[in-house]
Structure formats: structure tokens, C-alpha cells
């Protein structure tokens, strides 16, 4: 569904990624494991097309996007959450659920946000930032229930939840996966996306270093062996 070929990407002169080749197939779950300043977040700007690769080319379900604007990609079924969980911390619940709904049903919205989870179908008059991390991190993932995307893109979606806060966003990133939805989840901490993914991609100072079947590595051989950092 989604494929990078030789993808050479980076910002003014200063080249990120070089020569990535990353597929997510149909259904598939991946995760992209790397150290901070890997490229991970630059790579999930390329496949949503929030910036134009220096070289190399970016399809979608068989059409070539390298140069088309987000909006097509969006349009594709392509959906980011993004670092720092993009949701709108001054405005409401339900206002930042209208501003995922864009111009969809905003009751089944609200109705699949709570559905997602309750407590977000509670909290409809409190500000956005005064939800605990756990509680944003859900409200930004209820955009991908509201969309219903064919791939969702997920940032660092565990970094400063608590393990019971990401074991729940992780349960609901499953779910996601049961309703045929693909997954690219990048993550800093390979343990929880290992156990969720199907294939794995290690990112290393922009270069792919591995590709393989999520299940037989552990966090701990990814860290040693591909990231050189040590459990
Ligand atoms: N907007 C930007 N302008 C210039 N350099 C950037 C920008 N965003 C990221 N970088 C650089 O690109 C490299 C990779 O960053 P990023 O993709 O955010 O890594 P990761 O998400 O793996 O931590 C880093 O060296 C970072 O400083
Ligand atoms: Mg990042």
C-alpha cells in the first residue's frame, strides 16, 4: 500500500534519510524503531507528504505521490498523528473533536470518540490540556477513529505515558488493526510496537540498518545490534 523507494530526503543542504526503501503492505503492522535523530519523524513527513524527498519516489496503493500536496495523501486515507499528539490544548474535547470530525457527522464523531474510549465522551466541556497525557494521547488517536483511514501513522505515541496509559493506547491501536486499518508506528522504545507489529525497520542516522519479521528480535537485540546503544 505505501512504498518508499531509494529515498533520499532532508532539510536545505543537509541530507536526513538516505536511500530508504520502506513498505507497508495491506493490513500490515510496522514499526520503525531509532535512536533520537534518527529520521523517524522526517520519514512519516515524506509519507504524508509534509515534505518533497531530494530524490527517490513515494507510492500509495500503486499511485505515485512524490510531488502531490498532503492534501492528497490525506485524501488516499493517509492519516498522521504526530509528535506532541496535535491536538489543540486550549480548546474543548468536543471542539477539537469537530476539528477531526471536518465537517463529518459530529455526533457519530463524538459517538466513536467515546466509543474509543468513554472517558473522552465525558470530559465533551473540558479543555483539552487539562486531560491527563493518557487522556490526549486517546483524544489524538480518535481522529483515526473518526476518518477510518486505510494507514495510520503514528509518532512516538508512548513518550511520557505512564505503562498503564500506553498499554491502553496500544490496546486501541490493536483494535484499529483489527478493523483492517495498516499501522507505521514509529517509536523511540521498541518493546510495546515490537509486540504489536508484524514487520520491523530499525532507522539508523538515516539509513535502514534492518528489516525483518517483528517476532524472534527483542528490544533488547535491536538496541544492542542495530542501534548500538546497549539495553
Ligand atoms: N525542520 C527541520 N529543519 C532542519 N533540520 C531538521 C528539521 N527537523 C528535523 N531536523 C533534523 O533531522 C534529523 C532527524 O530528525 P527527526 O526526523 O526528527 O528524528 P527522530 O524523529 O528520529 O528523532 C535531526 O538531525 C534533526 O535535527
Ligand atoms: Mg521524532
Known sequence: MLTLRSVTAGYGGATVLRDVDLTVADGEVVALLGANGA???TLLRLATGLLK???GRIE???????NSPPQTFARQGICLLPEGRGIFPSLTVRENLV??????NLDASITAAAELYPVLGTRLRQAAGSLSGGEQQMLALARAYITQPALVLID???????PLAVDAIYA??????ERGVSLLVVEQYAQKALAIADTVYVLNQGRITHTGAADGISAEEIYGKYLGIGA
Request: proline residues 3%; glycine residues 18%; without cysteine.
Open 39 to 41: 529520521g523517524k519523524t
Open 53 to 55: 524527498p531530494q530524490g
Open 156 to 162: 512516538e505515541a508512548s513518550l511520557g505515558l505512564a
Open 99 to 104: 476539528v477531526q470530525a471536518r465537517g463529518r
Open 172 to 177: 486501541a491501536l490493536g483494535r484499529l488493526v
Open 60 to 66: 500509495f496503493a500503486g499511485r505515485d505521490l512524490t
